[in-house]
């Protein structure tokens, strides 16, 4: 492909991605497929010789579909024409971004964005680069990275504090001794990223709302502290998967400094939710923290990858992850004006994935992303209040943003069965949580393109299903 064929040929993508995004209401919203569909549909090996554009086009068409206003699964998947754009062009530019010397822009573009960014939900100023801050922010590739490098970071940190306080521990006696803290509500990441680490996770549980408290991470502590162990990582949620509920960060912050414990908040879904002022207050607490993470590729309409964290001292990172061999050294590293990011992260790579934050921030501007995610939030609510009309239902958890916690008033059995045929039926898809042993089926507004409409209509599909299925119960008494 040359560059008057590119040229014809990007131009046919475009206006491809164009109507499948215009059109994706049309498609249906999950795949009616059984595992291993693919494999018939595509050669079992790579051609010999060049195919077409055509050809390869048909085969997508034929193939792969997702995006949809009528999916309300998981949590939402940021998409928008902006950063669409902003990744044709990294892709463009090709560059390889590991320090300063291999991509200035790349580097000092990002060191800026996530300025910007800490300022849209008014972080600390600690928090920020600055012009003299010992701060900062890095593009992560997700949460679960971004909490992993947190925890190996915060175990480096801990080993060498505890190696200074008696040098006659060894780095193993020091391991078999670290314990790490998060919600029973958790993401599973945070349970990962322990396996990977080599340390032990503990959960803690939570109150009636789903959120950690003070007094019940007091307790662990004081519990492990007195077998001998310790205490170095508590990893808060703001937004947990499941109910979307909120860590106590102003009762857990302080437990966290005094006992030298470095406090990471994960924030994946709700965090953007924090450039409105009016949910500001949810992220209240944040300055006793050392790290803290959230996914514009989630709710910010910067398309995945692009994972956003923040530390207090970016000196904690690279102390952890720093190795330079020569190859990659240049004049300018040890200048304290430039930031190398391949000592912020696990790769060594990475693509210009802030040029997605820079159009998008630019297109839409800051009032464009509140309202956004004001218009989201609405929706839950109406929905919400849909559930409660309706007295065979019960809301299983507060309905704080864009996430709505509800299931049939009767067994799990009753309600693992309503899932199945709304998924089974494909007009619309949802999945599940447990609760306090409860099985709770989510309704997470995902879609740019969701409107109350499609609300509605998923509400009234789900009161038909679950009529149909009480019906058969009581025929069956």
Request: proline fraction near 4%; charge should be neutral; charged fraction near 25%.
């Amino acid at each position: 492909m040359d560059t008057i064929e590119f040229r014809k040929r990007g131009k046919e993508m475009v206006d491809y991605i164009a109507d499948y995004l215009e059109q994706i209401e049309k498609r249906q919203v999950y795949p009616d497929v059984e595992p291993g569909y693919l494999r018939p549909l595509i050669p079992d090996s790579a051609p010999e010789d060049p195919e077409s554009f055509e050809d390869i086009l048909q085969d997508v068409e034929r193939v792969t579909h997702w995006h949809s206003p009528r999916f309300f699964a998981y949590f939402p998947t940021a998409s928008s024409f902006p950063a669409l754009l902003a990744d044709m062009l990294s892709g463009g530019i090709g560059c390889m971004g590991f320090s300063w010397a291999s991509s200035p822009a790349c580097t000092e573009l990002e060191t800026v964005m996530l300025d910007w960014l800490g300022k849209m939900i008014n972080l600390p100023p600690q928090f920020l680069s600055g012009k003299d801050g010992e701060g900062g922010g890095v593009i992560q590739s997700t949460a679960s990275e971004a909490t992993l490098v947190a925890l190996l970071a915060a175990r480096t940190k801990a080993i060498h504090r505890v190696q200074s306080e008696n040098s006659e521990l060894t780095q193993g006696d020091i391991l078999s001794r670290l314990v790490a803290y998060t919600s029973d509500q958790a993401h599973f990441s945070v349970e990962k990223a322990g396996l990977i680490a080599g340390v032990r996770i503990k959960e803690v549980p939570t109150d009636d709302k789903f959120a950690v408290r003070g007094s019940a991470l007091r307790r662990v502590l004081d519990q492990d502290k007195a077998a001998g162990l310790i205490p170095f990582f508590f990893c808060a949620t703001l937004g947990t998967t499941t109910c979307c509920s909120f860590d106590r960060l102003l009762e857990l912050g302080p437990i966290c400094n005094a006992e030298n414990m470095w406090m990471h908040i994960d924030a994946a879904y709700a965090g953007s939710s924090f450039i409105c002022p009016e949910f500001r207050y949810l992220l209240n607490g944040v300055e006793f923290a050392d790290s803290f993470n959230f996914n514009p590729h989630k709710w910010l309409l910067v398309n995945f990858d692009c994972s956003t964290m923040w530390v207090k001292k970016r000196t904690d990172l690279t102390c952890a992850f720093k190795i330079d061999p020569v190859y990659l050294k240049h004049d300018h590293q040890e200048s304290g004006l430039i930031t190398d990011y391949r000592h912020w992260q696990i790769p060594l790579g990475r693509r210009f994935r802030s040029l997605k934050m820079w159009f998008v921030f630019r297109m839409y501007g800051v009032k464009g992303l509140q309202e956004y995610i004001r218009k989201h939030i609405k929706l839950a609510h109406e929905f919400k209040n849909l559930v409660l009309q309706d007295d065979r239902f019960e809301v299983c958890a507060d309905v704080v943003l864009g996430l709505v916690c509800f299931r049939l008033k009767g067994t799990n059995e009753l309600n693992e069965a309503l899932l199945k045929s709304i998924n089974e039926a494909r007009k619309i898809h949802l999945v599940p949580c447990r609760l306090r042993g409860k099985f709770v089926l989510r309704f997470s507004i995902c879609s740019r393109t969701v409107e109350s409409a499609h609300v509605q209509f998923a509400w009234k599909h789900i009161v038909q299903l679950a009529s149909e299925l009480l019906k058969a119960q009581r025929q069956q008494q």
